[in-house]
């Protein structure tokens, strides 16, 4: 079945430390997201990629980074600039022109301690 | 930059009650997209609008865009305890690629009461 995969769906780190999220997906979509959740805040957007090799930053882009180096993959880092980690991060992918919404993975829950 | 508010934050119902939700865009959208998120789960795509004054149906489920394209509502008949979870409206600014930024509001979290 076609879907996108986040790995690992919980996540605990030190402070200080950077960690990357994984997010593959096999739609054949050519657009992927990030996003992150926050109780009562939705989700805001962190980087999003249209194209392989290719990424703009979203409306928190700080203390994030990314790379798009095939079309199926589009891992985030957390790095320790990030000054409030701890939250839900969920990737989404959607075909080029999106006439059918966005599909999510089941996200992964990063705990910094 | 576009802000997209959803009003209420919270709704908790009867089963069996009516439930809305609104979304209001800062800026002309060119179409809004619903979401619903189960509790400890993900956002999954309910549907999209496209046209101004569009309405659209699915089962108990009305969705509505503003002649403006700057709000659009859903709204659940006879709500059920399966309609638990938080609703998020989405959109993209009219004039944008179809495929860029959405905007989410912050949701409206229903809560059903059997």
């Known amino acids: 079945d076609g879907g996108i995969t986040q790995s690992p769906k919980y996540l605990f780190r030190k402070e200080g430390q950077n960690v990357t999220l994984s997010c593959e997906q096999n739609?054949?979509?050519?657009?992927m997201y990030w996003y992150r959740q926050d109780p009562g805040q939705g989700l805001r957007l962190i980087y999003y990629?249209?194209?392989?090799?290719?990424?703009q930053k979203g409306d928190i882009a700080e203390g994030y980074s990314v790379s798009r180096e095939k079309k199926e993959s589009f891992p985030l880092t957390v790095t320790s600039a990030q000054k409030n980690p701890t939250a839900f991060y969920l990737c989404?992918?959607?075909?080029?022109?999106?006439?059918?919404?966005?599909?999510f993975g089941s996200g992964t829950r990063l705990t910094v301690v | 930059g576009q802000q997209v508010m959803q009003i209420p934050q919270y709704q908790h119902v009867q089963e069996g009650e009516d439930f809305t939700t609104y979304c209001n865009s800062s800026?002309?959208?060119?179409?809004i997209q619903w979401y619903k998120q189960r509790p400890g789960g993900h956002p999954v795509f309910l549907i999209q609008?496209?046209?101004?004054?569009e309405v659209k149906k699915q089962k108990r489920l009305t969705f509505q865009f503003g002649e403006a394209k700057k709000n659009s509502s859903l709204h659940i008949t006879a709500t059920q305890t399966t309609d638990v979870g938080t609703y998020f409206c989405a959109g993209h600014s009219a004039g944008g690629t179809s495929y860029g930024k959405l905007t989410f509001g912050q949701g409206t979290i229903l809560t059903v009461h059997p």
């Open positions: 800026t002309t959208l060119s179409n």
């Open positions: 739609l054949n979509h050519d657009a």
């Open positions: 990629s249209q194209i392989v090799n290719d990424f």
């Open positions: 989404a992918s959607s075909p080029r022109r999106a006439l059918h919404g966005y599909t």
């Open positions: 609008l496209v046209k101004s004054g």
